[in-house]
């Protein structure tokens, strides 16, 4: 069964209910999430998607971010995992560097004037805004403790990001696309205009891919698969009333995330896949607030996003479109019972991920 895991954009609150709901893809499917045969990740979720795609079990990224610490576990460095920030990089520290007057792409600013049917809404803002003030280096920091140097051993793993000059989409990691670090790949796939610093790669500048697409689930129309798997933090099926102002912007994000989302499955389903949406329900709406940056309601995200994902997987529409799906190793669906000095170590993990999907080079056209 060819699969792909689709993860959405979503800030610090989307990268928690994205942790959840992996959590909860694996326990009830007993499938390993970083088995996917493609991995699409942009903004939060090219955060979780690395981290998971380079070994990075979901229950252990659950249990971090709970506070847990592991005797004898260690990153890519030798270094204690438990010193890993808790948050997934959400640290927020001043780039070092003189702040910007005007706005932060002069470039793709004016393109978006002549050209802009050629751009989204949030590309055409975000080139109005000023440069971010945020380092994006705590972010390449908990990525280099799983992979310090070169890109995952997932050979499918697909980073979006958008130049920040032109406002295209990048998939950083797919044959015919500009080179990178995965560190430096995430950054720049984080990398909020107007909040976070751009991030440099080769000559260019680049900035967070959802400012094409908070999805960007069309990346696998032209890959043949069975099943997509795209879990989307940013949009609902819950019908969402915003009677204060200040919701207002959130609502808007969240419908135009919904009506891409709906738009991109619907592509990828007349190739040929059958395509499954998850989504945050109101419940997980309430608990994630209207500030996707806040880093104060992490573990309680988690915990609900693992409940209702759960409920939604357990759908009997989804379970038939899943049954055939691949058990997973174990230890990567459930914590280990022995001590952690006996667990696999990441880089083991890694490495089975590399040995077991070769890199296709039939899936190297240029979305």
């Given at each position: 069964m060819?699969v792909g895991?689709?993860?959405g954009?979503?800030g610090?609150?989307g990268?928690?209910w994205l942790?959840?709901?992996?959590?909860a893809l694996a326990?009830?499917?007993?499938?390993d999430?970083?088995?996917?045969?493609h991995?699409?990740?942009?903004?939060?979720?090219s955060?979780i998607?690395?981290?998971?795609?380079?070994?990075?079990?979901p229950?252990?990224m659950v249990?971090?971010?709970r506070?847990?610490?592991?005797?004898e576990?260690?990153?890519?460095?030798?270094n204690p995992a438990?010193?890993?920030?808790?948050?997934?990089g959400?640290v927020?520290?001043?780039?070092?560097?003189?702040?910007?007057?005007?706005p932060g792409?002069?470039?793709?600013a004016?393109?978006?004037?002549s050209?802009?049917?050629?751009?989204?809404?949030a590309?055409?803002?975000s080139?109005w805004?000023?440069?971010?003030?945020?380092?994006?280096?705590?972010l390449?920091?908990?990525?280099?403790?799983?992979?310090?140097e070169?890109w995952?051993?997932?050979p499918?793993?697909?980073i979006?990001a958008c130049?920040?000059?032109t406002?295209?989409?990048?998939?950083f990691g797919?044959?015919?696309?500009p080179?990178a670090d995965?560190?430096?790949?995430?950054?720049?796939?984080?990398a909020?205009?107007?909040?976070?610093?751009?991030v440099?790669?080769g000559?260019r500048r680049?900035?967070d891919?959802g400012?094409h697409?908070t999805?960007?689930?069309?990346?696998?129309?032209?890959?043949?698969?069975d099943?997509?798997?795209?879990l989307?933090?940013?949009?609902?099926?819950h019908?969402i009333?915003?009677?204060n102002?200040r919701?207002?912007?959130n609502?808007?994000?969240?419908?135009?995330?919904g009506?891409?989302?709906?738009?991109e499955?619907?592509?990828?389903?007349?190739?040929?896949?059958?395509?499954?949406l998850?989504q945050?329900?109101g419940?997980?709406?309430?608990v994630?607030?209207?500030?996707l940056?806040?880093?104060r309601?992490r573990?309680?995200?988690i915990a609900v996003?693992?409940?209702t994902?759960?409920?939604?997987l357990?759908a009997?529409?989804?379970?038939e479109?899943?049954?055939?799906?691949?058990?997973g190793a174990p230890?990567k669906i459930?914590r280990?019972?022995?001590?952690?000095?006996r667990w696999?170590?990441?880089?083991d993990?890694?490495?089975?991920?590399r040995r077991?999907?070769?890199?296709?080079?039939?899936?190297s056209?240029?979305?």
């Amino acid at each position: 069964m060819r699969v792909g895991l689709v993860l959405g954009a979503g800030g610090v609150v989307g990268g928690a209910w994205l942790t959840g709901g992996l959590h909860a893809l694996a326990t009830e499917t007993g499938w390993d999430p970083a088995e996917a045969d493609h991995v699409v990740g942009t903004s939060a979720g090219s955060m979780i998607g690395a981290l998971c795609a380079s070994g990075v079990p979901p229950w252990f990224m659950v249990a971090h971010s709970r506070g847990e610490s592991f005797d004898e576990v260690v990153d890519a460095h030798g270094n204690p995992a438990s010193d890993a920030d808790r948050a997934a990089g959400a640290v927020f520290r001043p780039h070092r560097a003189l702040p910007s007057i005007g706005p932060g792409s002069w470039r793709l600013a004016l393109r978006s004037l002549s050209q802009p049917n050629n751009h989204t809404p949030a590309a055409a803002v975000s080139g109005w805004l000023p440069k971010g003030m945020i380092s994006t280096e705590p972010l390449k920091q908990q990525i280099r403790r799983v992979v310090p140097e070169g890109w995952s051993p997932h050979p499918n793993l697909w980073i979006v990001a958008c130049d920040y000059s032109t406002g295209e989409r990048v998939a950083f990691g797919r044959t015919g696309y500009p080179p990178a670090d995965l560190a430096d790949a995430v950054a720049a796939s984080c990398a909020i205009p107007g909040f976070y610093h751009p991030v440099t790669i080769g000559e260019r500048r680049y900035v967070d891919g959802g400012i094409h697409s908070t999805s960007n689930l069309d990346l696998l129309s032209d890959v043949e698969l069975d099943v997509a798997i795209c879990l989307n933090p940013t949009s609902t099926l819950h019908p969402i009333r915003a009677l204060n102002p200040r919701e207002w912007p959130n609502l808007v994000m969240r419908r135009t995330s919904g009506r891409r989302l709906g738009s991109e499955a619907k592509r990828v389903q007349a190739a040929g896949t059958e395509v499954v949406l998850i989504q945050p329900t109101g419940e997980d709406l309430a608990v994630m607030g209207p500030n996707l940056m806040s880093t104060r309601r992490r573990n309680e995200v988690i915990a609900v996003a693992t409940r209702t994902v759960a409920e939604q997987l357990r759908a009997p529409e989804v379970q038939e479109l899943l049954a055939d799906l691949p058990k997973g190793a174990p230890e990567k669906i459930h914590r280990p019972d022995e001590r952690p000095s006996r667990w696999p170590k990441l880089r083991d993990l890694s490495e089975r991920i590399r040995r077991r999907r070769p890199r296709e080079e039939a899936d190297s056209t240029a979305a």
